[in-house]
């Protein structure tokens, strides 16, 4: 008898808080006057301990804690830890996350990202994350890294581009990405 591949040998996760990974999400206002744009971008700066727990800092106030055994991911806020993303799901789960967000697994697919791993690719919905439509294993979200929802209207989250060391691995926006000014 063949045998049949059906992709990993291994049901672990990916990880998502690798120490070379960087993230761009742009951030677009049209409605503001003068139209505001600008990029977010996030990276690994190091470990901090709060009480017993370690978390990984990723720039703008960002702490995270991953879990590889059961592949979630959290994240440290003022009102405590709360989920940021469960990759370890199947098709018809509902799992509560940060900001009180409510989302729905609706199917799961994979796509092979530029580093050549195959990643699943988890398609959500949910009554209050507007322009949510999935979340990629050891990438993010379609809004960004940990972006998950965005209010009615503007302003409009994207993620733009993520890079593990000099390799594009996910998006199709890298070539956009600013990564320093000069004063003229």
Known sequence: PGLLWLGRLSAQTLPLLEEDRRWTVEYADPVTLPPESYQLHYQYQGDTLIGATTYRR???????????????????????????????????????LCE???????????VTTND????????????????????????????????????IGPPFLSL?????????????RCDEVVTSLTEL
């Not at 009180?100 to 994979?110: A, K, N, Y």
């Not at 699943?120 to 960004?144: M, Q, W």
Request: proline fraction near 2%.
């Open 100 to 110: 009180d967000l409510e989302v729905r697994i609706d199917s799961i697919g994979s």
């Open 160 to 172: 733009m581009c993520v890079m593990e060391g000099e390799l594009e691995i996910y998006g199709d």
């Open 58 to 96: 990723f720039g703008y106030g960002t702490l995270l804690r991953e879990v590889p055994a059961t592949g979630k991911v959290y994240r440290l806020l003022d009102s405590g830890e709360c989920l940021l993303y469960d990759f370890d799901v199947a098709a018809g789960d509902t799992l509560q």
């Open 116 to 151: 050549l791993i195959e990643r699943r690719k988890y398609f959500v919905s949910s009554d209050n994350a507007i322009h949510l439509e999935y979340y990629l294993e050891g990438i993010g979200t379609n809004l960004g890294f940990v972006e998950w929802s965005e209010p």
